[in-house]
């Protein structure tokens, strides 16, 4: 599964990522919308794919609770 597409409409974050390093996160977000909470996530950023599984725990962040990602692995885009 893939995020859901921000950049049409204003999302509401559902999700949390944690684990992976800040250096990788293209804008530096770790709160975003994703359509299927239960199902492993893929993040396209820049030249690979970021890699999560989705935890049993939530977080609560500026009063919305938000389900845990926990960042697995990269792959990379093949050329």
Known sequence: ???????????????????????????????????EVDENLKLFMGNRHEHFRPLA????IGGRELRVFEWTHSTFVAE
């Open 1 to 35: 599964m893939e995020a859901t597409d921000t950049d049409t409409v204003p999302q509401i974050p559902n999700a949390f990522l944690r684990g992976i390093p800040v250096s990788l996160l293209i804008d530096g977000a770790r709160e975003r919308r994703v359509d």
């Open 57 to 60: 725990e939530t977080v609560t």
